[in-house]
């Protein structure tokens, strides 16, 4: 039998599926004892109506692997970071066209408004130009924003740093 | 399982879960320990998560009232998203509500199932819909507002109400952005836009003041929004400064012998809104999706 953490490292995510749910960084800890599996995972977004598929899917592919006994937990602290993403999700996520998260911002204390576009290097993940300006901070999933290429003209999705 | 894109994966004929989202409903906090920490009072907390959860959700049933008529379609994913954000919030914090008094009561039964005068929602969240400079002007205050409530609320002694506020954070930070960029645009625009904008500002100014009176169970168990005002102040400032728009001097809106939207006491708009938000439940109570 494949280990349970090998198992759930295969399943992608509902709305992203080129990524595993572990390069996201959703999954967050995998334990086994007994045949009793355990799952951790941390949503991306409150709102994401992509959780209880995650949930689903997970619990369907250890019971495919074996484990009947599966539990998924949600951890909500601490709260998921684009930072999670792991080199390999990023590299990914550029595969596929989606531009990868910087930084997120750390603050303490009151948080600054931005009142002009946030300014934010980001290259076109189609022909790699730095020139590139933000269309909106919301894009077609709470995750992403869209920007657009002032070189080769074409839109593109941006993962949010949060 | 892997795909190269979204519907290939939907196509996936090998799981019998993939074609709805949602299947069953699960509860938002499942796996969460919820229990209650000493030295907090149980119906205290899930009163003060109502509030909360109710500002989410009728505000985000507002937003939603957006959807097909927003004037960009940019702007309609954006308001689109802020409200699925703001349903999300709800969702956890009505699920806390039922968790926290011992009630096991859900977050479908506290949406769809109680009358007006349960809800505990500030009257601003719930106002009729108007034009977009009036929707900007909701949005700006009800984002400053919550942003520096959800901000004081990390350090809350509830662990999961300060998981709650420590996400929301993030999310709500964007709102304020969108919401103070669209002031500035619109009062720093044309002379009309400016007059539809500051007249948005000043119609709903009378329901600001009832953000900040402190109503007794969020002095017991969460943050006295009367600590908050001075930084709502100062961000106001700031956006109205830059859209050359004034901050409105106003009466405020009493409520009825001081009972306002805390107390279940709200404006002729919420009836209508929780009818268009509850109709589809009431009408098959049995039904699940």
Request: aromatic share 8%; with cysteine; proline share 5%.
């Amino acid at each position: 039998m494949v280990n349970a953490l090998a198992v759930a490292k295969t399943v992608t995510d509902p709305e992203l599926p080129m990524l595993t749910l572990a390069d996201l960084g959703v999954l967050r800890e995998v334990s086994e004892e007994d045949g009793h599996v355990v799952v951790a995972i941390t949503p991306t977004y409150t709102g994401c109506p992509a959780m209880d598929t995650m949930r689903d899917d997970l619990v369907h592919a250890l019971r495919d692997a074996g484990y009947d006994d599966v539990e998924v937990r949600t951890v909500l602290r601490p709260a998921w970071s684009s930072d999670w993403i792991t080199d390999e999700g990023r590299r990914k996520l550029a595969e596929a066209g989606i531009a990868p998260p910087g930084s997120a911002p750390r603050r303490r204390g009151p948080i600054p408004l931005t009142l002009g576009p946030a300014v934010r290097r980001v290259s076109c993940p189609h022909c790699g130009a730095g020139e590139t300006e933000l269309v909106s901070e919301f894009g077609p999933t709470s995750c992403k924003s869209l920007r657009r290429c002032r070189a080769c003209d074409e839109t593109f999705e941006h993962f949010k740093e949060i | 399982m892997s795909f190269d894109n979204a519907y290939e994966a939907l196509a996936d004929a090998h799981d019998d879960s993939r074609w709805a989202f949602g299947t069953g409903f699960e509860d938002p906090l499942s796996g969460v320990d919820t229990t209650v920490p000493s030295g907090m009072d149980g119906a205290d907390l899930s009163a003060y998560c109502l509030m909360l959860g109710d500002d989410a959700l009728v505000f985000s049933h507002r937003l939603q009232q957006w959807i097909t008529r927003a004037p960009e379609l940019e702007d309609e994913v954006a308001i689109a998203n802020i409200g699925l954000d703001l349903l999300g919030q709800a969702r956890l914090l009505l699920a806390r509500a039922g968790k926290a008094d011992g009630s096991g009561r859900s977050e479908d039964s506290y949406a769809y199932f109680r009358p007006e005068h349960e809800f505990r929602n500030v009257r601003l969240a719930e106002l009729e819909r108007g034009d977009f400079g009036q929707l900007i002007a909701v949005l700006l205050v009800f984002s400053t507002w919550r942003l520096a409530l959800l901000q004081a609320l990390r350090d809350s002694a509830d662990p999961v109400l300060a998981a709650i506020a420590d996400k929301g954070v993030k999310e709500v930070t964007y709102h304020r952005d969108y919401a103070a960029q669209w002031a500035v645009r619109l009062g720093d625009g044309t002379a009309y836009s400016h007059e539809r904008m500051q007249a948005g500002l000043d119609g709903i100014w009378p329901y600001v003041g009832e953000l900040f009176t402190p109503h007794e169970i969020e002095r017991r168990v969460g943050v006295d929004p009367s600590t908050l005002r001075a930084e709502f102040d100062d961000v106001l400032a700031q956006v109205c400064s830059a859209a050359t728009l004034s901050v409105p001097d106003v009466e405020p809106r009493v409520g009825v012998s001081g009972r306002m939207g805390r107390d279940g006491v709200h404006t002729e708009a919420m009836g209508y809104l929780l009818a268009e938000l509850q109709s589809v439940a009431r009408a098959h109570p049995e039904a699940t999706w």
